[in-house]
């Protein structure tokens, strides 16, 4: 948009008609009124005219916000806010990290809301663990595409950004294991031990996760081969936990004693697409391979994310069929989901995990810039970047 200036000084008259917006004279009223428009409010030209942010190549920014293998399309690193969403309409090295969490938001929000009109989530307790995973499965991909769009205001911004992606996986974890308690296990460990246990103790993983996940970012810049497999491993440690009841499944089904095999195939796809997740994040690839040629498209964190919303999809459309075909049977053997071990257990996790996120942005605002977090200056882009 671009106010132009010019136009004749006579006042502008208002009972103009919407047709002659058409005719030179309309459009020279228009233009008048915009000027005024622009002084009454203080504006200059420039301000009202939207311009794209400029991109830097690797050598331009801090550490902190370089990426393996990525060499162009870096935002500036203390963009503002409107920089930040208006890089998501130009091609930077973060767009397609944004997007392929924001659709599959709005996918996953279609999905709950059928739900939501088919399902009796307010009084049927036993839809309460597929209302809390659907909940959290709408919520990882909206943090984390939130936080690629904003991750370039500043460095604490950019921790703090993450910190937040970290803690939503994590509470998506606590969400597969409540809905896994309720519809997956295998039916020999109804009612043992374990499954008595099993979102306690998944709540403590949740802890165990964002923690260490938000601390690998404090060894990102003087350790970061620790960094890398203290984060990997942080998110890899809840996913087998919440796992065991399929894999054991899986294992009575490979000795030929199956049962409720509508969902197999469906976990089994995700499972495929975790594996794939986890080796995307680990490995960098392709862009470790030829680093430059998959800045914008192409590069392991967009492949990531795709592979993590296809599994996360999979294991939707698992926990449903599991939760449909099993529910005569679970009826029968076991006992109905409750509000505490459901909802509260996701209010519990929500708010112990709140508390984390809030220590770590405590500790990372009150670091020294000397602690190894940032770069070349706490609150300044690099010379470079200060150039332009
Ligand atoms: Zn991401």
Known sequence: MQWEEGGRAEPPRFECPVWCALCRVGRARIRQVCQRGRGVLGLSA????????????????????????????????????????LSSFQMTNETVNIWTHF?????????????????????????????????????????????????TMSAEARHICYFFDYGAL?????????????????DCWVNTWLHRHFVPIAIGNTLVCTSLSCYSRFLELQFPRKSKILRTGAFVYPFIF????????????????CSHTEALPSHCYHLLFAFLTCFLFASHLPERLAPGRFDYIGHSHQLFHICAVVGTHF????????????????????????????????ALGFLLNLIILAFFSAALLRAPSHSGLYHI????????CKEH
């Open 46 to 85: 420039d301000m009202l005219s939207i311009k794209l942010p400029q991109l830097f190549d690797i050598h331009q920014v801090p550490r902190v916000f370089r990426e393996d293998g990525i060499i162009s399309g870096y935002r500036h690193p203390r963009s503002s806010a409107l920089d930040c969403i």
């Open 103 to 151: 659709l599959p938001t709005w996918y996953f929000l279609w999905r709950f809301s059928v739900l939501c009109s088919t399902l009796n989530f307010l009084s049927e307790s036993y839809t309460w663990p597929l209302l809390v995973y659907m909940v959290l499965i709408c919520l990882y991909p909206f943090t984390s595409s939130c936080a690629h769009t904003f991750s």
């Open 170 to 186: 994590s509470l998506y974890s606590l969400g597969c294991a409540i809905s896994y308690g309720s519809y997956v296990m295998p």
């Open 242 to 257: 919440d796992n065991i009841p399929l894999f054991y499944r899986l294992l009575l089904c490979f000795g030929g004693s």
């Open 315 to 346: 294991q939707m459309e698992a926990v449903l069929a599991d939760m449909t075909s099993r529910r005569a049977w679970l009826a029968a053997h076991s006992a109905v989901p409750s509000f505490l071990g459901t909802v509260g257990a996701l």
């Open 377 to 384: 200056t706490k609150h300044q882009p690099s010379a470079e």
